[in-house]
């Protein structure tokens, strides 16, 4: 939210306490860190986010019994001896844990496929099979 215009950029201004007033970065709401794309093509769901400056390890991917799917990305850091030597200017990178939940009523949950590459969670998630109704019609008399 520029509201002013920055003439320098090594300088710090007012402006960037609005930015987290209006849009506040809450390490649980965090969704600028989970960013996603969803989209369905051949009858399957797929689940496309940016999870950037996490492992694999750190990535953990559940379903529970009310059909919703809960994506959670934790880091923790530890304060090594090189850091506490370091006089940071600024410090933006920050760690913590982030987690998003979705509802995915209608998956075939035994073929969701999920993999994790460059900083993106890919998730695969094939739709149930529709279960051929068999309608009766029923004469009235």
Avoid: H, W
Wanted: charged share 35%; proline share 4%; hydrophobic share 30%.
């Amino acid at each position: 939210m520029a509201m002013i215009p920055r003439m320098m950029p090594n300088k710090i201004y007012l402006d960037d306490v609005f930015d987290d007033f209006f849009f506040p970065t809450t390490k649980e709401n965090n969704f600028g860190k989970m960013r996603c794309d969803i989209y369905e093509k051949d009858n399957t769901y797929y689940l496309e986010m940016d999870i950037p400056g996490f492992t694999k390890e750190d990535i953990n991917i559940e379903i529970d019994d009310n059909d919703y799917l809960t994506i959670t990305a934790e880091k923790n850091v530890e304060n090594t001896e090189e850091d506490e030597n370091k006089n940071y200017i600024r410090k933006e990178r920050n760690y913590g844990k982030y987690q998003r939940s979705f509802y995915i009523g209608g998956i075939d949950k035994e073929r969701i496929d999920a993999n994790f590459e460059n900083g993106i969670l890919n998730i695969i998630m094939p739709k149930k099979e529709e279960e051929k109704s068999s309608k009766q019609t029923i004469e009235i008399k």
